[in-house]
Structures are given as C-alpha cells and as structure tokens.
C-alpha cells in the first residue's frame, strides 16, 4: 500500500468514527493495573540535566500565539533558549492528586493525560551542548545522548532537503508510543497521535516565536530514515513531525555512521496490545525517501475555499498587550473541567478565532496561512452574537450564521454525550475536506489535517487562557458533526472540537 493509495486513509478514518451506537455497544474497559508509564525512561543513559534558570521572554501571549513579534528569527538558539522551549512544549508544569495516586500534568492538553508523545533533539553544536542526537525526559527535565556527533545532515536528507531543516542549528522530532495511548483509545490513538502533538506545537511554536526563534512543522520526511536516527523501536513508536529551530547554520558534515541502536528502556506495562489499523494507516501513510518527501511537499495547489452566502457577523479583535505572557498562560493552562453557563464577549472570541488561525508556518501549508480544516462553531453565549451554529470566514473575519437558535443539548450530544460542550459558550470544530486533503496529499494529506487541527485547537486553548477564560479538548460523534452543520459541511469529515467559556472551577493543583 503506498500514500497514493487513499482507501487505508478511509478505511482507518470511518474504522476508528464514534457514534452513538458505536460507544453504547462498547465493552472495552480500562485495565488499571496494566496502564502504560506515562514516560520514556532509558534506563542505562546518564541525565543530562537541563537548565531550569531560563529567562522568560514576557512577550505578551496573544501576539505569540499569532506568530507575530518583533525582531522574530533573530534569536539565538543556545541550551538556555532549547530548555525553555521544552519545558513550554512537554515539561511538567502542574501536579494533580487522583484517587490512584498523583498525575504530573504537563504544558500541553493530552487526551486522557497520557503523555504518549515524546520530544528528541538532533543539533549540531550550540552553545552549552555537544552535537548529537538526544531524548528529552520530561520526567527529570534531562536530555540523553542516544547518539554522539552531528547528525543533522541525515536528517535534512530525510526531510528532502527542506531549506528550514538544511539552515537550523536544531531540530526537534516528535513521536508517539501507540500504546502509551491505544491503551484507553484503541484504534483511534492513531488520530490522538496528531492531536496531542498538535496541542504541544501550538506550545512550541508560540515560545520559539517568543524566543525570536525560528520554527517550522515539516511533516514530510522518509519515516524510516528518521525512525532509524533515533533508535525507535517502530512497531511502537513512530516519528510524526520534524521541528526546526533556528536559522543560520553554515551547513552540517556528512553524519557519523548511524548503527542500530539498542538501548534499554523502561517496560510500560505489564503487557501490550497491538492495534493493525494504526500500523496499517502509519504504514500507508509513509514515505520511503527524501526524494518522496520533497516531492510530497509540493503537491499543490492550496485547499480551496467557500464563498460566504448568509448573513455576515464582522469579527472585533482585542489589540495586543491585552493578555497575560506566553509563559504566564502555558503555565496557567489547564482543560476546564466544568464551565459556567455564561457569556463570553465578542472580542474575546473573535481574538481566539483570529490570533489561531493566522497561519502555520508548516511544510503542508503553501502559500503561507493556508488551511487545511475550516471551523465552525456552535455559539451558547456570547455577549452580542446570536445563539446558533457558525461558519468561521477567515477571509471575511466574519462569521456566518447557519442556523440561529439555542443549541446546548445537541452540543452536548455532539461532544459525546458530555456536559462540558453543553456548558461551555462556544464549541468550535474543525472539519477538513478529506477529499480534496489525500487527492492533495494522499495518505500523509489525513496525517496533515489532523495535526493542523491539533495546532490551531492547541492555540485555542492559550489564546483563551490568555484571556483567562476556559478551554478544553474534546471528542465527538464523527458524522453527527457533519450532518450538525450541513449542508454547508456536506461532504466535510471531522478532525477536531475545543470548548471554550469561563471555567465553573479550579482544580486543585501545585
Ligand atoms: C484533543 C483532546 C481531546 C480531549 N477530549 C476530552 C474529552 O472528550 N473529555 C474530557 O473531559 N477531556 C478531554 N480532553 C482533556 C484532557 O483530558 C486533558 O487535556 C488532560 O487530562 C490533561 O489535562 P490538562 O489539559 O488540564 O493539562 C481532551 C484533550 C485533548 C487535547
């Protein structure tokens, strides 16, 4: 099967679709005494420790999260910079107490607090560290040395000599351990995998912007070659997204031979289950060379968008500086647990809808702030915006409305059957043309629309934060959504839904 074989992009997409039936025909349960560690411990590498005296940048939230900030990509990326942009993407940042025990929750939303997307460095030399290739142990805030000696140029290799790749002093390379999260989701961990590192992205993204860091998503490169660099056992764990920071490297040596590698790692579980559709999907969904990836890349033309034919609501942004630091409201963040059912104002959400969606910067997205999802939202209270549903008009900053009414109990039912997008103010979803996506991208196009969603909902969640609102990530009936929204959506499968309001409560966390 290779990527243009587009039936294992359906297939995987309609095998792994909620429904009602589908969720009350459920006899899964949770095995609690054979839950994965939510960590990656290699157990025979020494630590590294990372700084933790890093400055923070006070830049103000809202512009970071829009990826705009003055002086932007002249940052110079050193140990300091790298920690602080680790610790903002996948460290600890709470503790919480749960009736197992405690739960170390960490910088980005992560569905079931699973943690199965782990965080690898490949640098050349900077100041502070060696040239090599590292993991990042979010549990003890430390790299370890998986591979000595600079081995960036198989990588730039690998992602098809992406220019972004080529010119960085470091790369970032996210994975996930399929179990760590098939665990509870079964199957459909193959989606959370792009969901929960899309939340982080949105986290790194809008530090390294902070920073004055350049970063970029590059989600096409030859998954072998990158699976390999980093010694990934990839009937478990896979590469999802390779992240450039900085610019400016005069160029990378030919790499150190790059043998096998074979290092011990902490068991997750007492045993593990396999799920063939995500192997199946990974596997469809990958390229084999660099060349492939480059060509990948330029698969254009941009996704097409939809001419706006009902009543335009004009979107007021608040100005910038009216928000908390980005590092503030990382560490701030949290998934609201309950909301109160009231009115958030219209700025407030047109400053979420439009501080996230100003563009990725992403090898998938050409031209620059290109789309891949659209978003539509179910409105409860907003101060000055009729309740119903919406259609998010990015290029009219406006949003039209569909169908005007109150509509909290088929939230509710959309959202699972839960009381938070019943209770929020807004839920907002993302839905993609998969069509247009996988004739676009082929298989790798799924990997790309749900990742994007994870992104932007990633950004959701701080542009509300920011605002001290509330936010949280949920799950759906896959086609209740669709058919919700149509006929505008006909035809539109959905990736993504983040609730946003004001959080009824705080949950007791250090
Ligand atoms: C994509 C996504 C989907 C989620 N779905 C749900 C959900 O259906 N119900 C729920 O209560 N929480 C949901 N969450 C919230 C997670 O449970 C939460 O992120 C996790 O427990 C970590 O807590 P934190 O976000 O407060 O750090 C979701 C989060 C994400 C990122």
Not at 15 to 36: A, E, R, V, Y
Not at 98 to 106: K, V
Not at 256 to 266: C, E, F, H, N, W
Not at 452 to 471: F, T, W
């Amino acid at each position: 099967m290779t990527n243009r074989d587009v039936e294992a992009a359906w297939s995987y997409h309609d095998g792994t679709k909620h429904s009602w039936q589908s969720i009350h025909s459920d006899s899964h349960f949770l095995d609690f005494p054979n839950q994965p560690l939510p960590f990656k411990v290699y157990e025979e590498l020494e630590p590294l420790p990372l700084p933790r005296d890093f400055s923070n940048t006070g830049v103000e939230a809202l512009s970071a999260i829009a990826g705009r900030v003055g002086g932007a990509g002249d940052g110079e990326l050193d140990l300091r910079g790298l920690a602080s942009v680790l610790y903002y993407s996948a460290g600890i940042t709470k503790k919480g107490a749960y009736p197992g025990g405690e739960i170390l929750f960490r910088a980005a939303a992560c569905t079931g607090a699973l943690y199965h997307v782990e965080v690898y460095l490949v640098c050349g030399p900077l100041a502070g560290l060696e040239p090599g290739v590292y993991h990042f142990g979010a549990h003890d805030f430390a790299l370890r040395r998986l591979r000595r000696g600079d081995y960036r140029a198989a990588l730039v290799e690998a992602c098809g000599y992406e220019p972004s790749v080529a010119s960085a002093p470091a790369s970032l390379v996210l994975t996930s351990t399929f179990w760590r999260n098939s665990w509870k989701y079964r199957a459909r961990a193959y989606r959370h995998c792009f969901w929960d590192s899309g939340t982080m992205l949105a986290n790194t993204l809008a530090v390294s912007t902070a920073r004055g860091i350049e970063a970029r998503v590059v989600a096409g490169f030859a998954d072998g070659a990158v699976n390999h660099l980093l010694g990934l056992d990839t009937e478990r764990e896979v590469s999802l997204a390779v992240v450039p920071l900085g610019k400016g490297s005069p160029g990378c040596p030919a790499p150190p031979p790059m043998p096998d590698l074979d290092l011990k790692t902490a068991p997750l579980s007492p045993t593990e289950v396999e799920y063939p559709a995500i192997g199946a999907i990974h596997s469809a969904s990958s390229l084999a060379t660099g060349r492939e990836a480059r060509a990948w890349r330029a698969s254009a033309p941009g996704p097409s968008t939809k001419a706006a034919s009902g009543p335009l609501k004009a979107l007021q942004s608040l100005a910038d500086g009216a928000g908390d630091t980005i590092e503030g409201t990382i560490a701030r963040r949290g998934s609201s647990r309950q909301f109160r059912r009231e009115a958030v104002t219209l700025p407030q959400l047109s400053t979420i809808l439009h501080r996230s969606t100003q563009g990725i910067p992403a090898d998938f997205l050409e031209p620059p702030g290109a789309m891949l999802n659209r978003i539509y939202l179910i409105v409860h209270a907003v101060d000055g915006l009729a309740s119903g549903a919406y259609v998010y008009r990015r290029e009219e900053g406006a949003l039209e409305l569909l169908d005007e009414g109150e509509m909290r109990r088929v939230a509710g039912f959309l959202g699972l059957q839960q009381a938070l997008p019943a209770d929020a103010s807004v839920d907002v979803f993302m839905l993609a043309d998969l069509p247009e996506v996988l004739d676009r991208y082929g298989n790798r196009g799924y990997r790309a629309a749900q990742l994007e969603g994870g992104i932007v909902g990633g950004k959701m969640y701080l542009a509300a934060y920011a605002q001290r609102l509330g936010a949280t990530g949920l799950t759906f009936f896959d086609d209740d959504v669709t058919e919700f929204f149509s006929p505008d959506a006909l035809g539109l499968s959905t990736m993504f839904l983040v609730a946003l309001g004001k959080p009824a409560r705080r949950r007791s966390r250090r």
